[in-house]
Each structure stands twice: as C-alpha cells, then as structure tokens.
C-alpha cells in the first residue's frame, strides 16, 4: 500500500509530491516504512496521523494507545508469540466481539488467525506500528524488559553469592542459574541483541562492575549494566545453555547455543575466557536472516561486479578474497557460491567454521585436532567429483598447493587470504611456495575488501569540510569543488550513532594476461598494482570515495578502512 498511501496523502495535501519523492527515495534505500520516514523528514507531524488517514480512508477506527488504560485480561487474549508476530493487541471485548489495534489492516491473514485463536469476531481498529509494539511490551509481563527484569531479580531474597569468583562451588550456581528471573534475564540479553541486529554480545567482569555491549554494524556500543553480584551465575547460565562446564574458570571453553526467537533459529558460537576479575563471555551470533548473499547489494562498483560474475562463472581457476577479519569476505564468498549453485554443479566447502547451511551445498567443518585439516579436506574434495571447491583459509603452504594445483585441473576454487590488498597476495603465494609460474595459470580474479558504516538515511545532513581533508582522502584537485561530504547527526533511528548498517569496498583484480606476463616476471607488487589500476582497477580507498561521493559512508570510514 505504499504507493497508494503516499499518493492518497498528497491528494489530501497531507504531504508534497516533493516529500513523497523524498521519502520513497529514502524507502529504496532502507527498506523502512513510508509513514515513519514520513515523520522523520517531518512532512507528517507524527505516526497518529498517519493512522487515523488511514483509518479514514478504510472506513475504521483509529486509536492513540498512549489515552487508553488496557484491562490486562482483555490483552491476554491474544497470546504474546502471535501479539509480538503480528504487532497486534487487543483493546475492549464486547460479548464475543474483541476490538483489536493493529498497524496493517490490509493483512486478513492476521484477522483470521485470531479470531480463530480467540474464538471472537474481531473488529479491527488502526494505531501506529511502534505506539502498540510499546503496548505490548507494557502489558504483557512476560515479555520482561531488561530493567523490570533486574527489578525483580533485585526483589528477590536469592542467596546468590558476592564473594571472589573461586569461592563459588558448581553446586552453588547450579542452584542459581535455574533460577526464572536469572533465566530470563539471559533470554532478554539474547534476544534484545538479535532484535538490534547485533552481531556478538560481549560480557565483560571488571572489579567492581560487570560490562555488556553489542557489536552493532560493526561497533561495539555499551548497553544497560548488570547486577555485579550475579556476574558468576550470568556467565554459568551462559555455559549451561552452551552445555559446557560450569566448574571450570580457569581454562578458556567453546561451545555453541541454538535458539528459537519467533519463526527465527539463531546460533549462537560461544566463547568463555578466564580474566583477573572473573570470566569474559563473547557470544557471536549467526542468523540466517539478517545474512546477506545477493552479490548485486554487497556493495561492488558496477565494473567490479562485472568482473567477479565473469570470473566466478568460468570453469576452472582460484578465486581469492583477501582482508582482515570482520571485513566481509565468508559473505562474498557465500554470494557467490549461492549464485552459481545449480543442480548441475556439485559443490563442496571447507570451512572453520560452518557459519551457515546452504541446500545444495556440501559443507564440511574443519577439525585439526583429530587431523581434519583444510590441506586434508581438500585432499578428499578431489575424490569426490567436485565442480567447485570452497577452501575457508589458504594457511599454509600444503593448502596453498593443492588448492592451486585443483584449479590447474579442472576446478573452481575459492578461497581466502590475510593480506592487505589485492596485488600483495601473489607475492604472498610465491612466499609459500607456489612457483610463480603455477600462481600465473591459476589465479583468475583477486579481491580485496572491507567494511564501513553506512550513513543512517534519516538524520544525514551535509557536512563542511576543507581542502586538505579532501586532498588526504585522495580527491583530485579538477574534482574538489563539487565534492559534497555527508554524516549523519544522530536519531532514534540509528540510536543517536549516525550509522545504520554496513556496506563493502572492494579492491577488484582480474588477472588479465599483462598481469599474468608480469606475475611470471615476479614483478614487484608496486608494478603489479600501477598495471592493474591502468587496467581500471578501483583501490580500495578509490572504491571508498565513489561511496562518499554517493552519500553512503563518511571519511572517517573510509580513512580508517582504506590506505592511498
């Protein structure tokens, strides 16, 4: 109803056509919803208009929450799984008739399914998407925000203990962590960092204090604290759902932890480390969901893309991706292997470890200690009929051989490397003990990339800058009057950091046979990378500027990510 919404609201002269234009731009880019963008850029003075517009139009009621005092009762009609699903609560009931508010009354599927769990008539009336995620949240006591959470475990008389971490006894935290608002509270923990779509939860025990913050969009940010006397049962319950072993906190522990959120599974990679105050816990989550493997939105220039598809549809050669940790490349590869999966291709991955599972793709998890190594994987891929070999890390130079050695006969090989850039990595591959000659037959594309922090589209504002910061960036002297600078201000949206999600830069190097000629050379990596660039290849920090230019990241990012 989008279109038909913002059309409806200039005819009524709610809005201009230029607001329109704006915020359906600003829609494209975010996915967002129109009437909150709409009331962001402040062409609507808040979401209750939009509401009763809406209402209007369809012939039904509209309610402000934020007037009503709801009969709790009356709310737990609806269970709160379906109230949370479908943002729906229910407001009076009368005889077998149940008033419900909801924010999208074109969803019929939504009216059926309570009446059919009611066993009411359900008379629709419409209120703005966040006033009744707020209504839920209130009323129903379950849903446990963090601060009525610790309230009640403040409450509660536990004999939970507050004295140094190796005094406690694994009988004593078995006790504790069973406890229901103990186990709440990690629940929440859990689940508010996957609904902010964080990407690891960090617990931290200092001294006196005890620490959580979420990496979000590759940030880390502090959240609420936490009771400092609970920090031994918090990380044991942790453990318990990690099945690991509460009574060791001397040596570190992996484990894994699988939760249901809604219709979401989530895993969850644990790690617990022993520090002078106490234990550290990283959980590093893995949602399927908020993956994204479509080549065409990673973030690639256009001529980029065009030469990673060619090279990612030939028929045999190595593919590299090259950068540090955290800078995206599980998730171009994982792109491009879920583009060229096709029932004809048999397709076979080493991976240490499987971060997520594709029909159609055979994934293996590395095990060094039982002797499963990537070098041994590989080894067995190529009596398994293979098309295409994934490698999750060329470490060593066994690896590097036999994964060059299956490209030279008859394979599609991708892999990964920690170097800097994208020409380095041939110097890097002749470092271990690829002959030059062999790097310059298999190699077919090089990619380098990394991650940077994308404007938030609601509080982006144009910013001022100098000279010298444009010339630092690399900005051509013929270009540095119309180059515009943008960053974002800081909103509820975004909460208050300017940033809202991440995008890549990427370094694209097709190996073309003036490369090819000069690898044989054993050229420098400074010729390789001068050739390449003549070639049409974009540096990292080149590709970092196009994405200033656009508005999508800042020169903070693009500075700390990139190098001239």
């Given amino acids: 109803m989008t279109a038909e919404l913002g059309s409806l609201l200039v005819k009524a002269g709610k809005i201009t056509q230029q607001q329109l234009a ?108 966040k006033a009744i995620q707020k209504a839920i949240e209130t009323q129903y006591q379950d849903s446990g925000g963090l601060k ?14 507050e004295s140094a ?10 006790s504790q962590v069973q406890d229901k608002p103990l186990v709440k509270l990690v629940d929440h923990l859990i ?78 990679r644990v790690s617990v480390l022993p520090t002078i105050f106490g234990e550290k816990v990283v959980m590093r989550i893995l949602d399927s969901k908020s993956l994204m493997v479509d080549l065409t939105r990673l973030g690639f220039e256009e001529g980029a893309l065009k030469h990673f598809e060619t090279a990612i549809n030939q028929p045999y050669g190595i593919i590299l991706v090259t950068g540090p940790t955290g800078s995206g490349k599980t998730t171009s590869l994982y792109s491009a292997l879920k583009t060229i999966n096709t029932t004809d291709i048999n397709i076979l991955t080493a991976e240490d470890p499987v971060e997520f599972n594709f029909d159609g793709i055979n994934q293996v998890l590395v ?30 130079g066994e690896t590097a051989e036999i994964a060059i050695r299956a490209a030279l006969t008859g394979h599609l090989v991708f892999s990964t490397l920690h170097t800097n850039d994208a020409p380095s990595s041939i110097s890097r591959l002749v470092d271990m003990g690829i002959p030059a000659y062999l790097v310059a037959s298999a190699t077919k594309m090089i990619v380098a990339q990394r991650m940077v922090r994308k ?44 940033y809202s999600g991440r995008t890549g830069i990427f370094e694209a190097m097709p190996i073309t046979p003036a490369l090819e000629q000069l690898i044989l050379e054993q ?36 500075l700390a990510e990139s190098s001239v």
Avoid: W
């Avoid at 975010?30 to 808040?46: E, R, S």
């Fill in 523 to 558: 050229a420098s990596t400074a010729a390789l990378r001068e050739q390449a660039v003549k070639e049409g290849m974009l540096s990292l920090r080149v590709a970092g500027l196009v994405k200033i230019r656009a508005g999508v990241t800042t020169v903070e990012e693009v």
């Fill in 191 to 268: 689940a508010d960092a996957i609904r902010k779509g964080a990407s690891d939860i960090h617990i931290e025990s200092y001294e006196k204090r005890i620490r959580v913050r979420y990496r979000i969009d590759g940030a880390l940010q502090e959240m609420a604290p936490l009771p400092f006397r609970y920090r031994a049962a918090i990380v044991s319950r942790v453990k318990i759902m990690a099945d690991l072993d509460i009574s060791e906190r001397r040596l570190p522990q992996d484990g894994r932890i699988k939760v249901k959120m809604g219709d979401r599974t989530v895993d969850l």
């Fill in 22 to 129: 704006k915020a359906l731009e600003i829609q494209k880019q975010t996915n967002g919803k129109l009437g909150q963008i709409l009331v962001q850029m402040g062409a609507i003075p808040d979401e209750n208009e939009i509401s009763e517009f809406v209402g209007r139009q369809l012939n039904i009621g509209a309610l402000r929450l934020s007037d009503l005092e709801l009969n709790p009762e009356v709310v737990k009609f609806i269970p709160l799984d379906i109230a949370r699903k479908f943002n729906v609560i229910a407001i009076s009931k009368l005889g077998k008739t149940l008033v419900v508010a909801i924010s999208d009354p074109n969803n019929i599927y939504v009216l059926d399914a309570i009446k059919f769990i009611t066993g009411c008539t359900v008379q629709p009336v419409i209120s703005p998407e």
């Fill in 148 to 161: 009525e959470i610790l309230d009640k475990i403040e409450g509660d008389s536990l004999e939970l203990i």
């Fill in 165 to 174: 971490e190796d005094t406690v006894t694994e009988q004593d935290l078995q």
């Fill in 367 to 396: 095990k060094t200690d039982i002797g499963l190594t990537f070098a041994a994987a590989l080894r067995s891929f190529l009596r398994q009929d293979p098309d295409v070999i994934l490698v999750g890390e060329i470490r060593d």
């Fill in 455 to 498: 404007i938030c589209q609601f509080c982006k504002v144009e910013v001022p800058t100098t000279k010298e910061i444009l010339l630092k960036l690399g900005v051509p002297e013929s270009q540095l009057g119309n180059f515009k600078i943008y960053q974002g201000k800081g909103c509820q949206e975004c909460g208050q950091t300017g």
